[in-house]
């Protein structure tokens, strides 16, 4: 009884797989959830590099180029995962969601890099930086917990640009507009013994781990971020199927009756509020050590509404659909339209040849939002229950037919009670 | 149910000194201008079906909504099982006082010790000041039970809100249904069962033995909730595709599931047919005599009202015209007036 409906971890992406595997698969991602979702990341880690490999992609890059863009689409899941639990599940529309990015990448920023003389760790950091998020994700939270719907995403939107302007404006900390440059880069200890030796299409090998994060190699920060998502994904599964995730369910419903079935709705949206700038946070802090620079404007409206959109195309309220909703906009935006640019300028088509399509990624973005929302506003991978809901709004509640006789007995005579 | 019978956990009734579960004095509620609710005393005795009756517009909900802790009264109070828990705030000046004080203090220590000459205090006290101030901040947000006390000391009082009173025992239904729409049956109750539930975020997070033990049990007991008010084999089903007498025995089934001493049930047949009345009514007295639970009842269906109800109370016009056993309101002058107007008593 608990296994089908309750826990679906691992099991969304098996729905690509045939009738009887597909079966069995399913049967052991819901008793083993946390290890399904490890292989699949795995798995799909190991195929994304290879795909870039695939004849018509070939052409376009290396395989290095392709692990970067990534390795950068990893940092759009992470902040996907994080606004589904707050969108998705809790139903507060927070449009000011880069303001906690911005805190996560502000505090490795500042703890690791020549601006502020200190050079601490990158891992501890990436926890530091996600707690920091946390609060303040606790901090601005707060003083919209009596808004609802637009006032609430109004409110957001104003963190969302208060946060960035706060950390243009305030120079001696975070060098104002020149942003910080110049951050350290992740390092592990260096294992002795190991062997130098060159890859096959991926290059240089060094032989100590510790020297292998670097702007020449995409690798290391590649395995970084799907190692975070791994783990964020079981995380927020395992809470989604729990008395939080069911009372931040509860409180997107209907937030009078969740308070009235005993919900602290305070507490409760700020935990959404804190869990999602948590995620954010840790996006942040990998994004910061990977780009080795932050400034202001990398984290003005344009990034809170490109993961709002990941959200709500990939379909809110799930995890896996958030997570390749995310990936696949990325990838959209930022290799996608810039080879279609590339591809179509030597063509000599008379109009095509001389559009830069990435000049018209938000016009694009725009159309394929309209399109999506007439077409399948539930998302590409709704969660169940969105579906229903929306489902429920077209047909209109009244045609749900009873499934049983109504004149069936109320009464369950065998039941007896202390 | 075939497997060895398994009780559905009953809630001993809780019997205070007096025998009351819930007695309110003099409340009152306004809104600008419009007196809702009027000095309206009232008492449930333990073990009882007590009625809330009057026309519409009585101020029947709200005086429920008061008693639930969704409007804070205008005047009066509301005590439950011997606690006041409900009442207009006093000294709620006071509360930001407290909350900036420690910082204050300390920034004052730092200042006088940067007098005496330890300079490096000062640069101590500033930082610490403010995460005080942050601390002192999240407590006053999330209002755990241990502040929330201490405050009280104080002299501060704070009316309780909702999910405080759920807590203490007291769980409602709506008069127009408010169900958890698109998740399952189950999940609903689960929801009614929050705080009884105890695990946190780390538990959830981690999956630890414990949550995972208390999320079965709580499956279980959501389970024998909905095969008690008859939804037995509906477990999976979307709460907004349950026919609409299911939906309201689906909301009884959540409300329960809190534990409660009293239950709060308003209109409950309200659109039903007489089969489905019928029903509900014969659920009601099981609710009172299995699982000895005392129950106020909002109702316009007066057969309903008159067949299970220990004691009526009339509201109209937000206040209290009369007050007794169904016989002796059914005689009430008053109440005819009230109902069919004037003349119609004599």
């Known amino acids: 009884m608990n296994g089908p409906q309750r826990l679906q971890g691992g099991r969304a992406p098996l729905r690509l797989l045939p009738g009887s595997l597909r079966r069995r ?14 292989i699949t990341v795995v798995i799909l880690g190991l195929l994304l590099p290879a795909a870039s490999q695939l004849p018509i992609l070939n052409g376009f890059g290396h395989i290095n180029d392709y692990v970067d863009g990534y390795a950068n689409a990893g940092v759009f899941i992470l902040l996907a995962l994080g606004l589904n ?3 998705g599940l809790a139903g507060l529309l927070d449009l000011g969601y880069a303001a906690f990015f911005a805190i996560g990448s502000y505090t490795y920023a500042f703890s690791a890099s020549p601006f502020s003389g200190l050079a601490l760790p990158f891992w501890p950091l990436l926890i530091i930086g996600a707690f920091v998020a946390a609060i303040f994700g606790i901090l601005l939270g707060a003083p919209t917990l009596r808004l609802r719907g637009d006032y609430l995403a109004i409110v957001t939107l104003g963190f969302g640009e208060i946060v960035p302007i706060v950390f243009l404006n305030s120079d001696t900390y ?3 507009t020149n942003g910080i440059s110049g951050i350290y880069q992740p390092s592990l200890p260096a294992i002795p013994g190991l062997p130098a030796f060159d890859l096959p299409l991926i290059g240089h090998f060094n032989g100590t781990l510790g020297g292998s994060f670097g702007f020449g190699n995409p690798w290391p920060y590649y395995i970084t971020v799907f190692a975070i998502i791994a783990v ?5 599964y395992r809470l989604q199927d729990s008395r939080v995730g069911r009372a931040w369910m509860a409180i997107r419903e209907d937030e009078l009756a969740a308070s009235a079935m005993g919900i602290n709705t305070v507490t409760t949206k700020l935990l959404a509020f804190a869990i999602g700038a948590t995620t954010s946070g840790l996006a942040g802090v990998f994004n910061a050590s990977k780009l080795a620079f932050v400034s202001p404007d990398q984290f003005d409206f344009t990034v809170s509404f490109t993961v709002l959109a990941m959200v709500v195309l990939g379909g809110m309220g799930n995890i896996w659909g958030v997570a390749v909703g995310a990936f696949a906009l990325y990838e959209i935006q930022s290799v996608f339209l810039k080879q279609l640019t590339i591809f179509l300028h030597p063509l000599g088509v008379p109009v095509l040849s001389s559009i830069d399509f990435v000049q018209y990624q938000f016009l694009l973005y725009g159309l394929a939002l309209v399109g999506m929302m007439l077409l399948r506003p539930e998302g ?13 709004e077209l047909k209109g509640v009244d045609e749900a037919e009873p499934e049983f006789a109504p004149d069936e007995p109320a009464v369950t005579p065998e039941e007896p009670h202390a | 149910m075939t497997a060895p019978a398994v009780a559905v956990p009953a ?3 809780a019997a205070t000194t007096d025998g009351l579960v819930l007695e309110a004095k003099g409340v009152s509620k306004r809104f600008g201008g419009l007196v809702a609710v009027n000095g309206v005393d009232f008492d449930i005795p333990s073990g009882s079906i007590v009625s809330l009756i009057g026309p519409n517009g009585a101020g029947k909900t709200t005086f429920f909504n008061v008693i639930a802790g969704l409007a804070e009264p205008s005047a009066g109070s509301v005590s439950f099982l011997g606690r006041r828990m409900i009442a207009r705030g006093e000294r709620s000046w006071a509360e930001p006082i407290v909350w900036v004080l420690p910082s204050v203090i300390l920034l004052v220590l730092g200042w006088l010790a940067e007098q005496i000459g330890l300079d490096i205090v000062f640069d101590v006290t500033v930082p610490l000041a403010l995460v005080v101030l942050i601390v002192m901040l999240l407590l006053a947000i999330a209002r755990p039970v241990w502040y929330e006390r201490s405050i009280n000391r104080l002299g501060i009082f704070k009316s309780a809100r909702p999910n405080d009173m759920v807590a203490a025992g007291i769980g409602r239904t709506f008069q127009n249904i408010r169900l958890f729409g698109s998740m399952s049956a189950l999940d609903n109750v689960m929801v009614g069962m929050h705080t009884r539930l105890h695990a946190n975020l780390l538990d959830a997070a981690l999956r630890l033995g414990s949550q995972r ?3 079965s049990a709580a499956h279980q007991k959501a389970q024998r909730w909905l095969a008690f008010v008859g939804l037995k084999g509906l477990e999976n089903e979307v709460a907004h595709n349950l026919s609409y007498g299911d939906q309201r025995r689906l909301e009884i089934a959540r409300a329960l599931a809190s534990d409660p001493k009293l239950l709060l049930l308003d209109e409950p047949t309200a659109g039903m047919n007489p089969s489905e009345t019928v029903q509900m009514t014969s659920l009601f007295g099981r609710i009172r005599s299995e699982l000895s639970l005392t129950i106020l009842l909002i109702e316009h269906d007066m057969r309903v009202v008159m067949g299970v109800s220990d004691r009526v109370t009339v509201l109209d016009h937000g206040e209290k015209i009369a007050e007794g056993t169904p016989d002796q309101v059914k005689a009430d002058p008053r109440v005819i007036e009230a109902y069919l107007g004037k003349g119609a008593s004599a």
Request: hydrophobic content about 50%; overall charge positive; aromatic content about 4%.
């Open chain 2, 11 to 13: 809630t001993p009734a």
């Open chain 1, 85 to 87: 639990v707050v969108v």
């Open chain 2, 213 to 215: 033990a208390e999320e």
């Open chain 1, 25 to 38: 698969a399913e049967g052991f991602a819901d008793r083993h959830q946390s290890l399904s979702v490890i």
């Open chain 1, 232 to 236: 964020a994904v079981i995380l927020l």
């Open chain 1, 174 to 176: 975070t060098k104002g």
């Open chain 1, 380 to 392: 590409l991978f709704p969660s169940r229950q969105r579906k229903r809901e929306l489902l429920a």
